[in-house]
């Protein structure tokens, strides 16, 4: 059997699979049975990703927690920010973009210092209320927990201040019962936003690299702005636009999305919808588009896995090309930035379904690149050239000796987002974008006469 005859048969008998990430939940930890009181809190801060367990199963509900760890639940819960973001990130986050206040910002010697309840108490408080700049007294905010419902005392006193134990320690399992407690009582929605990794539209762009470093990647898109692509080997990926110092476009394909209407990442449609009604626009309910004050938000549905949440658009009212007819001018620029960040989209969407991310194949690019362009100059879109050549056909041309060769093209989208998702809800494209067989991409893009864009990926193993 030559080449040409296996890669054939490997184009037609590719397995789908999907592995489902697994995350420990609280019933199996061995330190957290089902009838203890804390397994409810247990179970909800560990499916938000805010705390996990340690490598021989259990969860230590009961072990001290220090400042810098409160600090990385509280930047989990409220902002977004990756479960793998290091504490400097963390600190120097919560100090650029928020009010709260904690000692080991202005002493770092505190951050492993074991957290109080009066420490959790005030900047639960300044999360609750956070257009004030500084904290009152810590009487108010005492009152202020009492009032909010997030604690009883503990009943050691008839003074409520004394009764509430400033000065006490608080264990794992504690910190989170307070953070479920603050969620379910829905205090942390006095100001509205939209946040991706702790990030909002009209912010300073300037205080994105202290917090998250320089940029993996810097590519143009389709405003004629950069995107800023961050991601940790392609886990919780994200990315930012700026215009005249401001933050004017956001993106993530990953969990990290905070929302005072309370839609997260990986919420089905109708919970969405729940929520915050139907969109104003909608295609074919793969994604839906939302008119929130000066921005929109687009949210891209899974339509093969429960019509969940799997990526997040949210960009400044004033940005052209989204909404229009129009698609920005092509150049080698914005080609470059189509291609490469396609190739980042496949692989984060790869690494979120427990896959391994692709390597970049020149030769698969020039193959990829080379069909785009067939296809712009002779007006047709399919994997078979007007003349009768096939993706197999042009591996054989190619001298790509290939064990297992796939195709996806797509054409129209206004930028290598939409393409994307329009791809992850194709079967056949769905399959090819998450097949175990493959390890080596590449993505070629080529624009017509009118700037409208064609897409090849070519994924192979040798």
Known sequence: MNVLSKVKIL????????????????????????NQSIYEDIRWGTDRNLLQGYPDGTFRPYMNMTETQFAAVLARYAYGLPSDARSEQVYAYLKQFTNHELPGMKDSTKRYQQVNRMIVARNLYLLANPNEKTLPRDEVVIDWMYEADLTKGKGISTNPYVNFGQHDSLKRANVLAFFKRFDENKLNQSK????IAGLEIGARSQGVQPVFGSPVRKVENEQKLQWNVHHNQYKNLFAWSEKDGKIVSLFTSSPLYRSSHGVQYGMPRREVEAKIGKPF???????ATYDYDDVYITYFYDMFANEKVIGILIHDKQLPNYFSDTYAVSSPSLQAGYEWLMFDLVNSTRVENGLAPLKWDNAMYKIALNHSRDMQARNYFSHVSPSGESFAMRL????????????????GYVGPIFSHFGLMNSAGHRKNILSPHVNVIGVGVAFDQQHKPKYTQNYAAY
């Open 396 to 411: 054989e041309r190619n001298g790509a000796r290939v064990r297992v060769g796939l195709e996806n093209i797509s054409s």
């Open 281 to 287: 626009t909608y295609i074919d309910q793969k994604r």
């Open 192 to 195: 509205k936003y939209e946040r």
């Open 11 to 34: 184009l037609f008998f590719i397995i789908l699979t999907i592995p489902v990430q697994h995350v420990m939940g609280a019933s199996s930890f061995k330190d957290v049975p089902q």
